[in-house]
């Protein structure tokens, strides 16, 4: 009798180790190595080189623009062109192509350059053949 509750006990004792091993487990659970990826690229390029951007422009503000889903801030320090010449934040139309590039500050998007319209070179392109 004794040998047969012993035997059990160990059993159970098993049993229970056993089960709490998956627990013990989800709480030390690593980063995965795209969250860890992706954190490490924010780090780099947080208020440092700057990101480019590109879509349409959904909307407009004296503060900023908004393309697609992001919402960059325009600061003085922002440089604005259009079809490859000097502009400003009102030159640029809601729905029209819009590139640029952008760094992270303070948790908000702050653009570096905003260029409205197509790629520069499809203007000189389209400029050669006017003059011609």
Do not use: D, I, S, W
């Given at each position: 009798m004794i040998k047969l509750t012993s035997k059990f006990m160990f059993v159970i004792t098993a049993a229970?180790?056993?089960a709490a091993l998956p627990?013990?487990?989800?709480?030390?659970?690593?980063?995965?190595k795209a969250d860890a990826a992706q954190e490490g690229a924010a780090k780099r390029n947080k208020g440092s080189r700057p990101i480019p951007f590109h879509g349409k422009l959904a909307s407009k503000t004296d503060a900023g623009i908004t393309v697609g889903s992001r919402t960059f801030q325009v600061t003085s320090e922002t440089r604005i062109v259009k079809n490859g010449k000097p502009a400003t934040l009102a030159d640029g139309e809601v729905g029209q192509e819009v590139a640029g590039s952008y760094v992270e500050q303070d948790g908000k998007l702050t653009a570096k350059l905003v260029r409205f319209g197509g790629k520069p070179e499809a203007h000189k392109e389209k400029a050669k053949e006017e003059k011609k």
């Open positions: 229970v180790a056993l627990l013990q487990a989800q709480n030390t659970k690593a980063p995965k």
